[in-house]
């Protein structure tokens, strides 16, 4: 990398965006206004000496018909004041036929090729008397040329005149240009100072709650900062939302594991005087703590796959459903002998892209909820369609007020808080659904009890 291109890129990671935006806007201002000075010079000088050019050739037309077959030399002499007529003179392509008196005007080696009809006619500055002037040098017949000269100082003063009221136009424009620049950059920089300020305030004080205040408008006609600042106000809106679920999160834990934990310290605690216990008495402590480790296992697993917010990505497979489910509904009549379990597998060639252990894990958490609400000898129905997993109880059912927190980590309806369980299976089951493309809902079913369906 060279060394300027160095010092533009230290340039630009020293200056703050404010100011590079008002250097840019102002350069481009600044820029436009002195091409348009440059220009405005250029046309008016075109335009003054183009009529000084129109004036001569006149005046040589005038000259050649009036001084028609007249001899080499100088036929008008008196342009050396500013308010005379043109000089002109006739100039031979042979230097030998030049007359004795010496021309008023420069003789250049074009001139005499113009004469004998080598170039083109053709206009040039001299200067006569010390004064300015533009001189046309044109063909004449017989191998002469015609040389006609004006003062040039009205033209030459005007081009100053101009120049100089240009240059103070642009200087104008470039200061106009600079105060643009920063109003630009400031107008247009508002959202992003706010922006900056509302990320730097959060950052200090962890607070994501606040919000960008954003222009009044009609919506989707947003420019492109004020689009940003929304996306940023919706950012912080599920910032806000992570964080306040994770404090739940935490405070429920916390909540929920403070009464085993406290079983377990007492367990413990009894078991470390195990002399003074008899032998009835230390089978029921190390069977209640063996129980509530377990517990608090399954809590902690639960926690930990909650906390994630997403299930893991292992290869997926077709996993067909009849014998996950058939493998699953037995697994729990083992586990709960007092609740007899119907399957019904309707159809029994369903699929579903996924993971077996999550799906079993799902289902798994439904049949523990179902048969934990069910009373003694009253079963659990699950079917399996095509499309479509449902498990019902014949239990109390689901009350309206809290149809709506069922899925809700560490909630437990008022009936249900005398129960064993933390609260966590239907919140990973729910997990677990969304996580496999599938939705988890639940109602009361007619006659009594709950039923949650799975589809997909």
Known sequence: MSARRRLGVRWRRRRPLRTRLAVAASAA??????????????????????????NLTQSATLAAQQHRGQAPGVLIGE????????????????????????YLLPVPPQAREVAAGQRRPYFTNIRISGYPARMLTTTLPH????????????????????????????????????????????????????????AEHIATTRDPSHRIELPPGPLGKEDEVTRLAASFNTMLGELEQSVTAQRRLVADA??????????????????????????????????????????????????????????????????????LVAHT???????????????????ASATLPGVPARLARLLSNLLDNAAKFSPPGAPVEVTLSAHELTVRDHGPGIAEEDLPYV????????RARALPGSGL???????????????????????????FRVTW
């Open 143 to 198: 191998g002469e040329a015609l040389q006609v000269a004006l003062r040039a100082d009205t033209v030459e003063e005007g081009v100053r005149q101009a120049a100089r009221l240009l240059t103070g136009v642009g200087a104008a424009g470039v200061l106009l240009a600079a105060g643009l620049g920063y109003w630009v950059s400031r107008s247009g920089l508002a959202p992003v100072a706010r922006l900056t300020a509302t």
């Open 329 to 347: 509904v037995d697994t729990a009549r083992a586990h709960w002998p007092s609740t007899p379990f119907r399957l019904d597998l309707a159809d």
């Open 29 to 54: 201002v600044a820029l436009v206004a002195l091409g348009v000075c440059a220009a405005a010079f250029f046309v008016i000088r075109y335009e003054l000496f183009h009529q000084l050019n129109l």
């Open 79 to 102: 342009c050396r004041f500013l308010s005379s007529p043109a000089c002109a003179q006739i100039v031979p392509k042979d230097p030998a036929k030049d007359p004795a008196k010496p």
């Open 254 to 323: 916390s909540h929920e594991l403070r009464t085993p934990l406290t079983a377990l310290r007492t367990n413990a605690e009894l078991l470390a005087r195990a002399d003074r216990l008899t032998e009835a008495q230390r089978t029921r402590a190390s069977s209640a703590l063996g129980r509530q480790i377990r517990e608090v296992t399954v809590m902690v697993n639960d926690l930990i796959d909650l906390a994630r917010d997403e299930e893991p990505t292992p290869l997926l497979e077709e996993v067909r459903l009849a014998p």
């Open 407 to 414: 899925f809700d980590r560490f909630y437990r309806a008022d």
């Open 425 to 451: 299976g239907l919140a990973m089951a729910r997990q677990i659904a969304r996580a496999h493309g599938a939705e988890l809902t639940v109602g009361n079913a007619g006659g009594g009890g709950a039923v």
